[in-house]
T-cell receptor, first 112, second 112 residues
């Protein structure tokens, strides 16, 4: 499985943008980039995913580098509720062995 | 629509016993995956079921098993419980294999 590398922790202030980086230098052409987050005492929550183009949804934006070896999850205005562990995961499409391989993720702290 | 429902939410068992956990996926979702989360190992993939068939299995001993019913509901079973099986067990459902996964709140299993 292709691996991802994320910083262990990041800190942000409320109502400021947050850019969470992820490196995936061994990504293959059929790997989608998925982001999930886990709030305290809850199961993981889907945030966003993309293949090659940048993606936006109501929760966040995903910026994917042209060579696809890295990506950045962007929270446009952080709130206290965004404090969570964020996981960047590569998900191979069309494969028979579908599974999500979680790393340690990035612990995001949001200061009021 | 209702989310992924896991029962029970909390469970205390004694070493050597067996346990069955239940997961009801989102209506219409046919793929169900199970994950174990512990402080030391993080989130680890257990197995995935689709159309009542196990499609993929993680690196866990044979004491961990599961099944999926025709209505997509799934159960996982752990036999001969060990102290190290104490963990949060999470179930996730997807509309199709590889699409965004929706997680339940989990079942917190404590083995004493």
């Amino acid at each position: 499985d292709a691996k991802t590398t994320q910083p262990n922790s990041m800190e942000s202030n409320e109502e400021e943008p947050v850019h969470l980086p992820c490196n995936h230098s061994t990504i293959s052409g059929t790997d989608y980039i998925h982001w999930y987050r886990q709030l305290p005492s809850q199961g993981p929550e889907y945030v966003i995913h993309g293949l090659t183009s940048n993606v936006n949804n109501r929760m966040a934006s995903l910026a994917i580098a042209e060579d696809r070896k890295s990506s950045t999850l962007i929270l446009h205005r952080a709130t206290l509720r965004d404090a969570a562990v964020y996981y960047c995961i590569l998900n191979r499409s069309g494969g028979s062995n579908y599974k999500l391989t979680f790393g340690k993720g990035t612990l995001l702290t949001v200061n009021p | 629509k209702a989310g992924v429902t896991q029962t029970p939410r909390y469970l205390i068992k004694t070493r050597g016993q067996q346990v069955t956990l239940s997961c009801s996926p989102i209506s219409g979702h046919r793929s169900v995956s199970w994950y174990q989360q512990t402080p030391g190992q993080g989130l680890q993939f257990l197995f995935e079921y689709f159309s009542e068939t196990q499609r993929n299995k993680g690196n866990f001993p044979g004491r961990f098993s599961g099944r999926q019913f025709s209505n997509s509901r799934s159960e996982m079973n752990v036999s001969t419980l060990e102290l190290g099986d104490s963990a949060l067990y999470l179930c996730a459902s997807s509309l199709v294999r590889g699409s965004e996964a929706f997680f339940g709140q989990g079942t917190r299993l404590t083995v004493v």
